[in-house]
């Protein structure tokens, strides 16, 4: 299993960043995919996930209405849209597959700062 988060950076508050997990070595369409982040000191949690076939989607409370998951199957992609970004989304963000329970990609780093 192989995971490749990218599209992180800095962004002042109220901007926009849209990521990118490119995920092989598992047949991709037919599992959940995740978003977690890790700010620093703190413990790994959830953002976002969403379903095989991109049906159902769930969101952490502090996200929802300004994140945004989303698929593409043929692509073997996940994205995250994170608009309206706050200081308090600064972390590392993971892309997790429900494939694996031990598979991690590298992260990227998301820094929202003025």
């Known amino acids: 299993v192989q995971l490749v988060e990218s599209g992180g950076g800095l962004v002042q508050p109220g901007g926009s960043l849209r990521l990118s997990c490119a995920a092989s070595g598992f047949t991709f369409r037919s599992y959940a995919m995740s978003w977690y982040r890790q700010a620093p000191g703190k413990e790994r949690e959830l953002v976002a996930s969403i379903t095989s076939a991109g049906g159902t989607t769930n969101y952490a409370d502090s996200v929802k209405g300004r994140f945004t998951i989303s698929r593409d199957n043929a692509k073997k992609t996940v994205y995250l849209q994170m608009d309206n970004l706050k200081v308090e989304d600064t972390a590392v963000y993971y892309c997790?597959?429900?494939?694996?329970?031990?598979?991690w990609g590298q992260g990227t780093q998301v820094t929202v700062s003025s």
């Open positions: 997790k597959t429900s494939y694996s329970a031990t598979s």
